[in-house]
């Protein structure tokens, strides 16, 4: 392999093609770390056109991390709504707390101290830090590997426990000194040039410079040896209702729908008589398959239904004052569909 010194000139090329095509995105004006952090999250997770209104809501909402620190914790899932992974906007909250009791309320500079920050890892403190605070991380993430691979065409497994170290040894080799923006242009590389399939190769900056292009082997990279099993998974929830109010309650447990609140997960034998059927529902989550149950239990005695809810910890609410609450995405759709009806 060529030394680095003979390597620059590709971080150099990447960089010249992004001053030249970078995407015009909202967070790209701003070197505020509160936003650039907000919008790594909320980008981690869904496409940038999709997450673009979600990320000015929540901004919006919640302009700084003062603001972020002393709202409701139901308040700050309420804005994430849409974008599920609601532990990430648990950890966001929290550590806006942490900025307020550990930084006194400003947003450490230092890559090892935004580690600290609780949800932050090692991609988002180094995309912060080099984008805010003139950091040298480079930001790692599947764009790096992927891009990475297939320039050198490296065989390295990036699902190796190693994998993060490599690329990022990797990269120090065609770093410009401008990390911030080189980090900004492989995401744009990797997400809009070198996509995981079908690269488009014509219009890469570094088509030149990449191994596997010119073996025409694009396709073999990255390597990955390990593939995550999808967990199959059942649930079942019931919708006891009367009139228009039903019965929810707020997840407590490990789960990955922590703090959202449910339809009831079970029902004394007292209710069962009210159930009118059930239907299931398909949900796929990253490795997970969800198969979910709601029967619909329509409780038409006041008696029972001012006993059972005097005698348990289910919150009554009704159609129209749920939608300022969340749910998981199934129960939203389902909750949906009933007030369509
Ligand atoms: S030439 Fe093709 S495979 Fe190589 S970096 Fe560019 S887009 Fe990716």
Redesign the pocket.
């Known amino acids: 392999m060529k030394n680095n010194h003979d390597l620059l000139h590709i971080g150099t090329k990447l960089l010249n093609w992004y001053y030249q095509n970078a995407r015009d995105l909202p967070f790209r004006k701003t070197k505020d770390p509160y936003k650039i952090w907000i919008c790594e999250i909320v980008f981690q997770q869904t496409r940038i056109l999709q997450g673009l209104n979600h990320y000015n809501r929540f901004v919006e909402r919640f302009p700084d991390v003062k603001t972020l620190a002393e709202a409701s914790e139901d308040e700050v899932l309420l804005y994430w709504k849409g974008l599920g992974y609601y532990s990430r906007a648990i950890n966001i909250h929290k550590a806006a707390k942490q900025i307020i009791s550990d930084y006194n309320g400003i947003f450490p500079s230092q890559y090892e101290e935004i580690l600290k920050l609780k949800g932050i890892g090692k991609y988002t403190a180094a995309a912060v830090s080099s984008i805010c605070f003139k950091g040298k991380m480079p930001a790692v993430d599947g764009n790096f590997y992927r ?1 990475l691979s ?2 050198f065409a490296d065989d390295f497994d990036v699902s190796s426990s190693r994998a993060f170290a490599y690329f990022s040894e990797l990269s120090y080799r065609i770093m410009p000194n401008n990390v911030g923006d080189f980090n900004q242009a492989m995401m744009d ?1 990797g997400s809009e ?2 996509k995981p399939r079908n ?3 014509g219009d ?1 900056p ?2 030149e410079d ?1 191994i ?2 010119s073996l025409q082997k ?1 396709s073999q990279f990255p390597v990955k040896t390990k593939k995550i099993k999808s967990e199959n998974l059942n649930l079942q929830y019931f919708f006891v209702h009367r009139e228009e109010q039903f019965l929810i309650q707020q997840r407590k447990d490990d789960f990955i729908w922590k703090k959202l609140f449910e339809f009831p997960t079970a029902i004394p034998e007292v209710l069962q008589q009210f159930s009118k059927g059930c239907k299931t529902f398909q949900h796929k989550l990253t490795h997970k398959n969800l198969s979910i149950d709601i029967y619909d239990v329509e409780v038409t005695s006041n008696e029972i239904w001012d006993h059972f809810v005097s005698e348990h910890d289910y919150l009554v609410t009704d159609l129209e004052s749920s939608v300022n609450r969340s749910f998981p995405k199934p129960l939203e759709n389902y909750i949906q569909n009933l007030l369509k009806d």
């Open positions: 891009v297939r320039i590389l040039i070198c690269p488009l190769c890469c570094l088509n990449c596997a292009f694009t």
